[in-house]
């Protein structure tokens, strides 16, 4: 069963940077790719970007210019930072598995599973 | 980016109502849907993904259909434990984006 478990600071000032390690524990890492979502305070959700254990990205356009997601395959761990950051980047951050890809295909259509337990960043003065 | 339309959202129901969710995409997106339960306090739990693949461990009285630009969430009986919010989300193109969500509660 994977399992993935979720740290970082919770409170930051405004143009500080966010900074976010999810491990995951159990399961294979490689193939996969790993997400960062956000939930607003008013529910919404928001995917960030994603990673696979090669470093390969792909980030959200609106967020692409602060955001840097990296990957440790030595740890079976991968991190979000978002420089930056104002009030609006309030919100829950959540890691989540992503697509799985293999010989060049990907299973396509497939949901986020599992979640961590997520991580409540406020950005406050 | 795919706007995710979902509707109500919000539903007072009964224990052993039938339960139905609706999300309508922007443009199509074959049967690239995902649905997710989210309790308060806790991340949100993939139910349904593919519009009607059923999760390991997700009761039968939860079943997702449609493709396209219309899809739909059925709980066949609501249970007590199902009292939660409910998300859609695409994922037919980069980035996948979520609806804005379904409260159920209870009548």
């Known amino acids: 069963q994977v399992l993935l478990q979720q740290w970082g600071a919770g409170l930051l000032k405004p143009s500080e940077t966010l900074s976010l390690t999810c491990a995951v524990n159990?399961?294979?890492?490689?193939?996969?790719?790993w997400t960062w979502i956000r939930q607003f305070p008013g529910k919404g959700l928001q995917w960030i970007g994603n990673i696979n254990h090669r470093g390969n990205s792909d980030y959200d356009p609106s967020l692409k210019s602060r955001v840097t997601i990296s990957v440790d395959t030595s740890k079976n761990h991968f991190s979000l930072e978002l420089n930056s950051v104002t009030a609006a980047d309030t919100a829950v951050y959540y890691c989540a598995r992503d697509i799985y890809c293999s010989g060049g295909r990907c299973s396509v259509g497939i949901g986020f599973d599992p979640w961590g337990q997520g991580t409540l960043v406020t950005v406050s003065s | 980016d795919i706007q995710m339309t979902q509707s109500p959202s919000s539903l007072s129901a009964s224990v052993g109502d039938r339960v139905t969710i609706t999300c309508r995409p922007s443009?199509?997106?074959?049967?690239?849907l995902s649905w997710y339960q989210q309790k308060p306090g806790k991340a949100p739990r993939l139910l349904i993904d593919?519009?009607?693949s059923l999760q390991s461990g997700v009761p039968s009285r939860f079943s997702g259909s449609g493709s396209g630009t219309d899809f739909t969430l059925t709980i066949s009986s609501l249970q007590s434990e199902d009292f939660a919010t409910y998300y859609c989300q695409q994922s037919y193109t980069t980035p996948p984006t979520f609806g804005g969500g379904t409260k159920v509660e209870i009548k």
């Open positions: 593919a519009a009607s």
């Open positions: 159990g399961g294979s890492f490689s193939g996969y790719f």
């Open positions: 443009q199509s997106i074959s049967n690239y």
